[in-house]
Structure formats: C-alpha cells, structure tokens
C-alpha cells in the first residue's frame, strides 16, 4: 500500500527534475543577445564617439511571443537598442533609479507624445503584466537551487509551479536587457569598451495614443570616473563622532575622567582606522589617520596604534570625542577594545579584552560603552579606571545607539528597550516602545536625531527613517529604489551608498522631509564612508579611495556624450 500511495509522489519528483533539468537549457537561449540591429548606430554629432540604433520588436525577433503580445496590450513596448563605442576609452550608461539624478546619470530615456519615458526594471514589467503580488513573490533561483530542490519533491513541485507560471516571463525580460537587472529593483550601469558594441531591449510604458513614428530614444553617457587610488590594508572604518554639534574640543584624560578644556581646536572629522602592514618592515598592526588630512599617495599619513599579529583581526567599531578615540577589533575567537588619546601621536591608555565579538564602541565624556554580539553593554568608567559587570539590553538585539542620557536597544521583533546610560540606575531598562517596522541598522545622528536603516525584502529597496529620541517614535521617512550598502551621517547630512554603485546625499527639506539633494556613481562598492564638507570619502575593500564631489559627473568635469535617434 505504501509503495502504491508512493508512485504519484515519486512521479511528481521526477517531472519536476525533468523540467528543472530543462529549465537552465530553456532560460540560457533566453539569455542570449541577439545578433546586432540592421540598422547603421547614429551619431549624436560628429565628434560623437557614441553610436546608437533603436527599433521596436518586431515578429522577427528572437524573443517570446509576449513581447509583442501581453506587453503591447499593456501599453508597454520593447525597444531594441544598439550601442557601439568608437571613442579611446570606456563609456557608462547610467539609469537613475527613480532618483532626480542630474544629466552625468540619467541615461536612456524615450520620448512620446512629449513625455519623457524611462526605462522600466523587468519586475515593474511583470507586475503590469500579471500583478504586483505574482511581481514580489517571485525569485529567481540558480541553477544549483533549483538542482538542490530536486532532492526534495514538495519544493521541487512548488519551484517548478512557479517558474511555469511566472518565471517564463520574468527570465527573458531579464536576460534580454540591455541594462543589467539586479533582483532588488534596480539596473547596474551598461559599461561599453573602446570598439565594442552592445545589444539588448529596453522596455517603456508610453501612451496608448502615442505615434510610434515620432518617438525618440535619448541617450546620455559619461566617462567612468578616474581609476581611485589605493590604500594599503584590509579593514578600513572611520570613527563615528559622538558630539557633532559641540564646538571643535580637545578631550584630555585625567584622574577625574574625561575632561574637554574649554579653549580647544580640535576638528571634528576623527579619524580612518585600519589592520595594515608597515610599508617598510611588513609589521602588521593597527594603525590610524586623520580625516582632515588623508593623502592617499602618501604612506606616512598611517600612524601605528598597536601592533596585530592575528590575521584574522576585523575592525568592528570606531568612535571619537575630539582628540580621544576608541576602537574595537575581534579576532577569531575573541576581541578588543583600545582607548586611547590621539592629541599627537597615538597613546592607548585603556585596552579591555571580551569573549564575544563587538558590535559598537560609544564614547562619552565621563567613559565608554561596549556592546557586545549577544546584548550585553559593558560600560567603562573613566574616573575609576574600571569596567563595570555587563548588562544584557535585551533578547535578539539588532543594533544600539547612545543618544543623551539613554542607551538604546532595537530588538528584532521591533521592539526598542530604553535603559538610562548613567546615573545609580545606569543600563536600567526604564522603557519600552515598539516601531511599525524593524530596524536593522542604526546609521548615525541627524541633527541630533537617530538614522535608521530598515532592510527591504528580496525584491524590495531598503527604507531610511528618523527617530526623535524625545518622542520615542519615528517622525519620518524615504524609500530607496536599492539596498544601502554603505553610510554614513555627518549630523546634519546623510550619505549613502546602494549596493549596485548609486551615491546619493539626504538632507531634511522645508517641509521637513528626507530629500535626496545629490546623486553621483562610484565604481567601486564602499567598505567605509564618510560625509565631509566638500563632499563624500569612500573606500573600497582592497583599499580602493575616492575623494571629491558627488555630482564630479556633470558638465565640464568629464566628457559627456548625448545621443537622440528615432525609433524605427
């Protein structure tokens, strides 16, 4: 009986394997481009190195039948694009995203009926087509998950429902776009060498009682930006300034604690921390510069803090008052936390090692505060010298913040724990509020404010939200087309990088919203970055550095190119 109740089971694994072993076969004719368009690329100008042919889909084209069918009774149309570089050096495409971004970004864009079209991501063309729901629902999987499903049939049945009924759509829309599509909703730049020739379709929702013979494709591309120079070292953080909007102060460690003389000019930009080796005798260590006059074709901008022989040493945390610093690194199995004065050279005054890695290093002018990964806080004082017993701030912590008198926990079931920071009572819990979503990141101040990061699901961008520490609640809010990978606020500014590349700055509007002000591009995904006054500071995971403005991609700063043809 149980071999006969066995068969439909066994039955459904197998055509489920067999159509997920079909599957990578069917999926990679969609992913190939097709051969270049008939028509000759036009130049924009004469001296135009760029060359662009565009045509709508016809029958002829090696696409499926929806392209020409569902997507044109949805209003939407496929535009067959050919782009051909015949300058001396790269070009990129940018797509801006949804973002106000300024002519360096904008990239292709058609016009129709006098309206200005951009290009739609392949998930918001499968959400016209069959639904927002079936839109988010759906992820596209690799070859090798769907491979591992096959050993389980109820997943194996389920995987395979989904790519028959939803994506059949969404794997050619992807693969044929000349834009690459990244799963979270945004495009990545179309890089085209000297010499070389790019091909793919782009889709745009026009009005139905447009004339297809007066639409025009408009593209605009930039040189990339300069190669960045390079740093040496493998972990890189900035410290994160504790007193944004106090005046410039000097921080002075004495028996009675932490003490700020009052004339003091101390800039508050802080400081670059890194796991580097000597440039002359390969000694390896901790090693520190200051923001105010990073270098980066100078080796002597790095100062030794202390040496590190462990290579599996990671930057968790910096933060600064001043002068006085502190860093946190773990190890292996282990990690530490060095307090030091940096008024000249680097002094370490106070060095505590922990069993379990660090999450954050908050100074004080009276002490410190470590948070460790399970949720203890672990306070210094810095009139006794001493370390106190940790607290456990909650269960589940995702990320902790010290704003005023009060330690903040966000725990993962969206719940904040208020403890007071100092005091009898000090890491009390003496509140406890709940957010409408989770947060998962606290990304800095914003004048004198908490910054948020909430993450997005798979498809979804991330949002950004401040939280009033008075009010105990979240005042406002901007959703971003991507996820953020790297930011920063400087308290009166936020920056942010996503992760396909976009650098935009947030500043709080009239109205008091959260804006994007700027938008730039940098070529590299950021391991550190830091809002300054003249603009942004990045750099890399292998020490990649960029310094400058964020629109350094506009008119008059690098070449630009600007084409417009008609589409046939």
């Not at 004339?211 to 953080?237: H, K, M, N, Q």
């Not at 950021?526 to 995971?541: C, D, L, Q, V």
């Amino acid at each position: 009986m149980n071999a006969i109740n066995a068969r439909p089971t066994r039955l459904a694994a197998a055509l489920a394997l067999c159509f997920l072993a079909a599957l990578p076969s069917v999926s990679c004719r969609y992913m190939e481009r097709a051969s270049p368009s008939s028509l000759e690329p036009e130049r924009g100008t004469a001296d135009s190195s760029l060359a662009v042919a565009a045509r709508f889909v016809t029958e002829a084209d090696d696409v499926p039948g929806f392209f020409t069918g569902q997507m044109s009774d949805s209003g939407i149309v496929a535009v067959r694009v050919t782009v051909r570089n015949d300058g001396p050096g790269p070009v990129l495409i940018h797509d801006a995203n949804g973002f106000e971004a300024g002519p360096g970004f904008d990239g292709f864009a058609l016009t129709a009926n006098g309206l200005r079209c951009l290009p739609l991501h392949p998930r918001e063309v499968l959400a016209r087509l069959l639904g927002e729901k079936k839109a988010q629902r759906y992820r596209k999987h690799s070859p090798f998950g769907l491979a591992t499903s096959a050993l389980f049939p109820p997943m194996a049945v389920y995987l395979a429902y989904g790519e028959a009924d939803i994506g059949r759509f969404y794997r050619p829309l992807s693969g044929k776009s000349l834009y690459p599509a990244l799963e979270d909703g945004m495009f990545e730049p179309v890089r085209v060498e000297s010499g070389a020739e790019r091909s793919g379709y782009l889709y745009f929702a026009i009005p139905r009682e447009a004339r297809r013979d007066s639409c025009e494709l408009i593209t605009r591309a930039c040189t990339p930006v300069g190669t960045p120079y390079s740093l040496r070292g493998c972990e890189f953080v900035f410290s994160r300034d504790e007193l944004p909007f106090m005046q410039p102060t000097r921080v002075a460690v004495t028996d009675e604690g932490l003490v700020k003389p009052p004339n003091s000019c101390e800039t508050p930009y802080g400081f670059l921390f890194a796991v580097a080796n000597d440039a002359t005798t390969g000694d390896r260590g901790l090693y520190l510069a200051r923001v105010r006059s990073l270098d980066p074709e100078s080796d002597s901008l790095w100062t030794l803090v202390t040496p590190i022989t462990s290579k599996a040493a990671s930057i968790a945390d910096a933060s600064c008052i001043g002068s006085l610093s502190a860093c946190a690194i773990n190890f292996k199995s282990k990690s530490k936390v060095y307090l030091m004065q940096c008024a000249e050279a680097p002094d370490v005054f106070e060095e505590q090692g922990f069993s379990r890695a660090i999450r954050h290093v908050f100074l004080y002018s009276g002490g410190a505060f470590v948070v460790t990964e399970d949720g203890f806080c672990h306070p210094y004082d810095g009139s006794s010298h001493s370390w106190g017993h940790g607290v456990k701030l909650g269960i589940d912590v995702d990320d902790t913040a010290l704003l005023g008198d009060f330690v903040f926990a966000f725990l993962k079931n969206r719940d904040i724990n208020i403890c007071s920071a100092f005091g009898g009572a000090a890491l009390a819990r003496v509140e406890q509020h709940r957010l409408e979503r989770r947060v998962h990141t606290v990304i800095g101040l914003l004048d004198g404010d908490l910054v948020l990061l909430a993450r997005g699901r798979a498809t979804c961008g991330d949002t950004i939200s401040v939280f009033n520490g008075d009010a105990r609640a979240e005042t406002l809010g901007v959703a971003l087309p991507g996820r953020v990978g790297a930011a920063s606020t400087d308290g009166s500014s936020l920056i942010v990088q996503l992760e396909e590349g976009t650098v935009a700055r947030i500043l709080r509007g009239p109205q008091g919203t959260l804006d994007v002000t700027e938008v730039g591009y940098l070529p590299f995904k950021a391991r550190a970055i830091k809002t300054a006054s003249h603009g942004f500071i990045a750099i890399g995971e292998t020490g990649a550095f960029s310094i400058g403005s964020i629109d350094s991609v506009s008119p008059g700063s690098v070449r630009m190119v600007e084409v417009s043809v008609k589409v046939q």
